[in-house]
């Protein structure tokens, strides 16, 4: 089992900037890939990036490319979520989420760990 935690989300004006947390707990060595989607309110919920721990990888979502960064912090079994320039488009409830690899990255259904999410509005 792994235990998933989300933090770092609130309110934030556009252009404003956040940086999201995700601690990891349980077998997280099981887990290679780390990943964070978001949920707009009646939107399905969304691939925003993901990492490898093994290799490095960061795959990212085409709207948020150049804005957002994911990174990880092995030794701490976190994983972070740094949102610049941000856009009322970016509201939403973001999940932290993990899977044995970035074979299928961008889908929903590959990741079977999921943290409670952490809502972000940005307002404009």
């Known amino acids: 089992q792994v235990q998933l935690v989300e933090s770092g989300g609130r309110w934030v004006q556009a252009g404003g900037s956040l940086r999201l947390s995700c601690a990891a707990s349980?077998?997280?060595?099981?887990?290679?890939?780390m990943g964070w989607f978001r949920q707009a309110p009646g939107k399905e919920r969304e691939f925003v990036a993901a990492?490898?721990?093994?290799?490095?990888?960061?795959p990212y979502a085409d709207n948020v490319k150049g804005r957002f960064t994911i990174s990880r912090d092995n030794a701490k079994n976190t994983v972070y979520l740094q949102m610049n320039s941000l856009k009322p488009e970016d509201t939403a409830v973001y999940y932290c989420?993990?899977?044995?690899?970035?074979?299928?990255?961008?889908?929903?259904?590959?990741?079977?760990?999921w943290g409670q999410g952490t809502q972000v509005t940005v307002s404009s």
């Open positions: 989420a993990a899977a044995r690899s970035l074979l299928r990255a961008t889908e929903r259904d590959w990741y079977d760990y």
């Open positions: 990492i490898s721990s093994s290799t490095g990888t960061t």
């Open positions: 349980g077998r997280t060595l099981s887990r290679d890939a």
